[in-house]
């Protein structure tokens, strides 16, 4: 199509210097080349009534698609137009998130879906995901090199926001990755596949995000779990819990790489307490309870007193 590699060219080259990522760079571009198909022409070239029309038809056309499919649409279109200094002859629909809360496993369905795990490497790949709070592309990423037995922590490189975080590992964890290593003899990845035979591309030994999709549901249907399952479902899991074992929610955003406090409250919404006995401020302020009974109503509570008592 005239003019459709100098638009992609460009596009490219201001994402790289936005600092996004090849995979934005993969999704926009796509959109970009379905509304570039659909008129015949550069995106960026097509007015106001046009691109209305389009984003209607594709809301009536894929009624139960994706939420992601129209908000994709709308990110690459605004870049585009926003890059080549013409936002404000085209006005683009906001975009509002749901406020939807998060699918959360219980401890006995977390360990139903490791015990129905039959291959290692599947194994592993889930504990990692639960056990450390990782998203899909990182656990996918880790190299030998980021794993540090000895101070029980995993380098996440380049996570989400191109930022670096520590995760601790426990013993368990650790003692298996180990066999795992030694067993599928791994080089470089930690989890790597075997070429299928295609050329080019981005295939670099790595696991692909996929296999790791399916895998995580594999394990679900497995162990008879009828909840939505994904990758990120195990990463939500891992936060509620921690938060329902008295960490603070600091520090769970500084596991998770959250940029914002306001992301990682949300978990203060699914996180399970014992609130059949729940009291009110007035049952302690005269003594009508005991003050064991505080420490066991709050999950921070254990945390403050062994903090106190370490500073004696």
Not at 138 to 144: A, G, W
Not at 162 to 175: A, C, E, L, T
């Amino acid at each position: 199509m005239p003019g459709f590699a100098e638009f992609y060219r460009l596009l490219k080259q201001n994402l790289s210097i936005a600092g996004k990522s090849p995979s934005t760079l993969s999704n926009y571009s796509r959109y970009l080349a379905k509304i570039a198909l659909y008129f015949e022409c550069v995106p960026t070239t097509v007015g106001q009534q046009q691109l209305n029309d389009y984003l209607y038809l594709m809301q009536q056309q894929y009624p139960s698609a994706s939420a992601s499919y129209f908000k994709l649409t709308v990110y690459a279109l605004r870049f585009a137009l926003y890059t080549e200094g013409i936002p404000h002859q085209i006005i683009l629909p906001s975009i509002k998130n749901p406020k939807t809360l998060p699918v959360v496993l219980s401890r006995n369905e977390m360990r139903r879906i490791l015990g129905a795990v039959k291959l290692n490497k599947h194994k592993i790949l889930l504990m990692l995901l639960y056990g450390c709070g990782l998203r899909c592309g990182e656990v996918r990423n880790i190299k030998l090199e980021d794993l540090d037995f000895d101070r029980r922590l995993l380098h996440v490189k380049c996570g989400k926001g191109r930022k670096d975080r520590y995760v601790p590992m426990n013993k368990m964890m650790i003692s298996e990755i180990r066999k795992y290593i030694r067993k599928e003899s791994c080089e470089e990845w930690l989890f790597h596949a075997k070429p299928n035979g295609r050329a080019g591309g981005d295939f670099d030994s790595r696991y692909a995000n996929r296999s790791i999709q399916w895998a995580v549901k594999q394990a679900g249907k497995s162990a008879g779990i009828l909840k939505r399952l994904s990758p990120h479902t195990l990463r939500h899991t891992f936060a509620t819990h921690l938060l329902e074992d008295g960490l603070d929610i600091l520090s769970i955003k500084e596991l998770l790489g959250h940029s914002r406090i306001e992301t990682t409250l949300i978990y203060l919404h699914v996180a399970q307490y014992d609130r059949n006995r729940s009291f009110s401020p007035l049952d302690t302020l005269y003594g009508e309870r005991e003050q064991s009974l505080v420490m066991h109503h709050c999950p921070f509570w254990n945390q403050k007193e062994n903090f106190k008592n370490d500073v004696a």
